[in-house]
């Protein structure tokens, strides 16, 4: 009896002995943290990269958002998609065999999951999302190099110093992402977008634009938003006096007013609207010297070249040589809204998507109300 019970109890404790073994050599998580570069800049994860024998399992997510991806989840199939340029690639956690456009591309290891984020071999990466990848053991570092993500944003002059900041701030968050600005008057870059000029995203300083470039279907469907609001002011040069609000204008001690060219500069547009409400437009007329821009008109008021003109809130507030000498009356014009939109021509749909994103994420809620923009929630 004792033989018989100390043999099942030796049988007990080699079957748990040989368990955590088995659970020790299958365990994924091997010690030190794995670091994971993109074009030589840290990349943050919420989850870390892990080691199965000698195979690195990396986060997909962030790396394919940081690569100008889109990726979905489907919790029914436990299926990923991940989605760039033609490439449409779909990996189910249950197969080592991914599919790229319908054909089968083998995987070295078996995906996971991580706190409800999903790991793939490093491999994977460089095959469906073009980044050259390399581990280097000793260093416990990932290695991503990519080919740069080109955007070029065509939007207001009057966001100029604003957007210019966010970019910046933005090309920091995603390295690979090269963004050129293309500042202009609203109406202008309508019509470029319309005679086909490459641009992958649109902001006007006036909803008519938009409205024409989306009655051409020229906006990707579902990415038109408002994003901004602002103020129609009068700004006056250094000495100017006698001139406290708008009634003002007519008299003699101004002789230039600046104001945007109505039919392609929205500030303009505003302003004749204003004036015309209070019976001045016809009135101010001889005064008038029309700018090709909100930015053109602030630099001849700044430079004395023009008495005083019509700007946005925005735009006084970076200029030190000017004085607002008063706001145009509530209700005298249409609002003002700056409506944003990624383009049906980009090459980059998904990376012009992201930044969209990221104009209406906190952080660039306080870059725009730093320069004088109001944020549409």
Do not use: C
């Amino acid at each position: 009896m004792f033989k018989n019970s100390f043999v099942n109890r030796f049988g007990v404790v080699f079957l748990l002995i040989a368990l955590f073994f088995t659970i020790g050599m299958v365990s994924p998580v091997q010690a030190g943290e794995i670091r994971v570069l993109l074009n030589d800049k840290a990349l943050a994860a919420e989850v870390q990269p892990v080691l199965v024998g000698d195979r690195v399992l990396v986060p997909l997510r962030v790396i394919a958002e940081n690569l100008g991806a889109d990726i979905r989840w489907d919790d029914n199939t436990r299926m990923v998609t991940v989605l760039r340029g033609d490439n449409n690639v779909q990996l189910s956690m249950n197969d080592n065999t991914a599919r790229r456009n319908g054909t089968p591309v083998s995987l070295d290891t078996l995906p996971m999951i991580v706190n409800g984020r999903t790991l793939v071999p490093l491999r994977f990466v460089s095959e469906t999302l073009g980044a050259r990848a390399d581990w280097n053991a000793a260093e416990r570092t990932v290695r991503l190099t990519a080919s740069p993500i080109r955007l070029t944003v065509s939007a207001a002059a009057s966001l100029k110093d604003a957007l210019d900041e966010l970019i910046t701030m933005y090309q920091e968050k995603r390295p690979v992402v090269r963004i050129t600005p293309n500042y202009a008057a609203s109406g202008a870059l309508q019509r470029q977008i319309e005679e086909g000029a490459p641009a992958d995203m649109f902001i006007s300083a006036a909803k008519r634009n938009m409205d024409i470039l989306q009655e051409k279907g020229l906006l990707i469907e579902g990415t038109r938003t408002d994003l901004l609001g602002n103020t129609l002011v009068l700004v006056g040069r250094q000495g100017l006096r006698g001139v406290g609000g708008f009634n003002e204008l007519v008299a003699g001690t101004v002789r230039r007013i600046g104001v945007g060219d109505p039919g392609s500069v929205p500030a303009g547009l505003y302003a004749r609207e204003s004036l015309t409400a209070q019976g001045l437009w016809d009135r101010l007329q001889p005064k008038f010297v029309f700018g090709n821009s909100v930015r053109q008109v602030l630099a001849w008021v700044e430079a004395g070249d023009a008495d005083a003109g019509f700007v946005y809130l925005s735009d006084a507030k970076i200029a030190p040589n000017v004085s607002v000498l008063a706001t145009a009356p509530p209700g005298s014009h249409s609002p003002i809204v700056y409506p944003a939109a990624a383009l049906r021509r980009s090459q980059e749909p998904f990376a012009a998507r992201d930044f969209l994103d990221f104009l209406r994420s906190a952080q660039a809620d306080a870059v725009f109300e730093r320069y004088g923009f109001a944020v549409i929630n």
